[in-house]
């Protein structure tokens, strides 16, 4: 169960070369998921020479393992991110959002990628306090944002959308969505190389040192570039000691059960929409398009490296316990960055452009996160400056605490959903 169903399933790709020897660009792109693409792509179309370097193969990272969800806002909630940054950013950052889930369709539409897009998610509220957050969230968004694509769903009527008991209401984001997310990343690269985008695989960048021009170093060749845009994200390993600081890779493990078949698939969920629960520990699901539900976790599900699924598959039966009888083909886990404040990290220092901790909403804002990137080393950086005026604070201990802070984390959270 070591291989994933999203490579399981995986469109045909194609194989790009290693980089050998010394190259030159205008911009080097460091990673080859959804912001290194979605930025690649946006440069290319404006007449920029981009190279684009990935560790391993394209998607290989959190855009080729994550749930697939595609989410409006932000992971604190509209109501807490206004704290963080006040009421008129919140608002730039809502339409931003906006923006991302449209154009991360239209990209879908305009270079016929296929990966099952289907519509709709659902925000299901585990305890009643839960449920008043998401109602504060419905009403807050309609009137501060005129936004008219929330609807709350009862306890009551929950049972025509969803075959279990769990939830006490929940909230379906119309503008929401689910995809195949390895099959979209390589609908990207594809995208990005038709608008003359070079990339390389299998080509695991060492060193970025910063001056009038970067230099990109591998252990075979090098690039050199007027810019450059490190999109590693909880990959990005040993790059940028100051950057590793402001995040934590955390653990998320997906299973994937044996094909359902379309009549029993509807006697368990009634609706296209993806789900995803509230606790901080979140469980988060869906129906691929083969009639096989996809069940996700965060924290806590992978030990060692060793992605069995068992943990997981006992809270997929706590959610349908009427599963006790299908057989788990899948299991795979993957990592994503979360930051303090559960805000994306976006920003520049001199040359280099970077991005990273999207805390769980990365497949939709990857899209516009790149555009602005796209934008601001095209000259306007307007829209790129409302993401770097977020705040951010490093974890404290840097990367060496990043372990122990995760575990009374992981602690704190599993006690806080218990109770």
């Known amino acids: 169960m070591s291989v994933s169903y999203y490579d399981a399933s995986a469109n045909t790709r194609a194989d790009f070369p290693h980089l050998a020897g010394e190259m030159r660009a205008d911009v080097c792109v460091i990673g080859g998921g959804y912001t290194g693409l979605s930025a690649a792509l946006e440069l290319a179309e404006k007449g920029f020479a981009v190279t684009l370097l990935e560790a391993e193969r394209i998607g290989f990272g959190a855009s080729g393992r994550n ?17 963080i940054v006040g009421p008129d950013e919140t608002a730039r950052l809502w339409k931003f959002s906006i923006e991302a889930t449209r154009l991360l369709k239209d990209r879908i539409a305009s270079h016929n990628i296929d990966c099952d897009l289907r519509h709709g998610e659902l925000y299901a509220a585990v305890k009643p306090r839960h449920r008043d957050w998401l109602l504060e969230e419905l009403t807050h968004c309609e009137k501060a944002y005129g936004y008219e694509r929330y609807k709350w769903i009862d306890r009551e009527d929950l049972g025509n959308h969803l075959a279990t008991d769990r939830y006490c209401g929940a909230l379906l984001d119309e503008e929401g969505g689910h995809l195949h997310p390895l099959n979209y990343a390589l609908g990207l690269s594809m995208a990005a190389t038709a608008a003359g985008v070079t990339i390389y695989e299998n080509s695991r960048v060492t060193e970025v040192t910063d001056g009038r021009t970067a230099r990109v170093i591998t252990a075979a060749g090098s690039v050199t570039a007027d810019y450059v845009v490190l999109a590693g994200n909880a990959y990005l390993g040993d790059l940028s000691k100051t950057l590793a600081a402001k995040i934590i890779p955390v653990d998320t493990c997906i299973i994937a059960t044996e094909p359902l078949g379309a009549a029993r698939t509807k ?47 006992r809270n997929m ?72 005026r977020i705040p951010h604070k490093p974890f404290p201990g840097g990367t060496a605490l990043r372990v122990p802070l995760l575990t009374l984390a992981r602690l704190y959270y599993g006690l806080r959903d218990a109770l």
Request: charged letters at 20%; proline letters at 3%; glycine letters at 14%.
């Open 267 to 313: 006697t368990l969920m009634m609706t296209d929409a993806c789900v995803s629960d509230t606790n901080f520990n979140l469980d988060y699901f869906r129906m691929s398009a083969d009639y096989r539900l996809l069940y996700g976790g965060r924290d806590k599900l992978i030990s060692d490296g060793n992605v069995t699924g068992a943990a997981l598959r």
């Open 67 to 83: 749930g697939g969800q595609i989410a409006t806002g932000y992971t604190p909630g509209m109501v807490d991110t206004q704290e």
């Open 317 to 388: 039966l706590a959610t349908f316990p009427q599963l006790e009888d299908v057989k788990i083909d899948y299991a795979w886990g993957g990592k994503v960055a979360i930051t303090r404040n559960m805000l994306p990290d976006v920003g520049r220092c001199g040359s280099i452009y970077y991005a990273q901790g999207y805390s769980g909403q990365g497949v939709p804002l990857s899209a516009i996160v790149g555009r602005v990137i796209g934008e601001a080393i095209a000259g306007d950086a307007g829209r790129f400056d409302v993401f770097a």
